[in-house]
């Protein structure tokens, strides 16, 4: 099963939209595998966007990420990650699909509410450095065999 590292932005979390996040991803049928409410250290923060650094937007997106509380989660299911970056729109706000998180609540690039890994493979990179194994959880819904097929 597919997992993927979903950040809510201190915008998103300045703004009261930590339960818009959860819910529309509940509602799409993906399984909550862990979550936690953090102050996002420097070292962090530039280790997890360290494929920035030099991009003349990377200081002010430390700046960023480090000013106030992020709430930090791990999805799972099928197409875990592109599901997800679906559900939060294009990186540029304007540009993201009406519908999707960032068209729906964002206006600008550098306050654009979320994050969600954008490969499988750094999905897997992204849970890892974001969390330890043992705050993942594994576990079944009642209802997985109505939203997963397999
Ligand atoms: P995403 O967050 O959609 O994965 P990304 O990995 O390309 O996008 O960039 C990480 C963040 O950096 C993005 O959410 C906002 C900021 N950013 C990216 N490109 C930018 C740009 N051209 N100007 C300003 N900020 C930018
Ligand atoms: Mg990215």
Do not use: C
């Not at 360290?50 to 430390?62: E, N, Q, R, S, T």
């Not at 799972?76 to 729906?104: C, F, I, K, Y």
């Amino acid at each position: 099963m597919e997992r993927t590292l979903v950040l809510v932005k201190p915008d998103g979390v300045q703004r009261g939209l930590i339960g818009e996040v959860i819910v529309r991803l509940e509602r799409r049928g993906l399984r909550l595998v862990a979550a936690k409410f953090i102050a996002v250290s420097q070292e962090l923060a530039e280790t997890h966007y360290a494929i920035h650094k030099g991009k003349p937007f990377y200081d002010g997106l430390i700046r960023y990420i480090t000013s106030a509380p992020v709430m930090a989660m791990v999805w799972e299911g099928p197409n875990a990650v592109a599901a997800v970056r679906q559900t939060m729109g294009a990186t540029r706000p304007t540009e993201a699909a009406p519908g999707s998180l960032r068209h729906d609540f964002a206006l600008e690039i550098g306050r654009n509410l979320t994050h969600a890994s954008d490969t499988v493979e750094n999905g897997e990179k992204e849970v890892a450095l974001w969390f330890k194994s043992e705050e993942l959880v594994t576990w079944g819904r009642e209802i997985d065999r109505w939203v997963f097929e397999k």
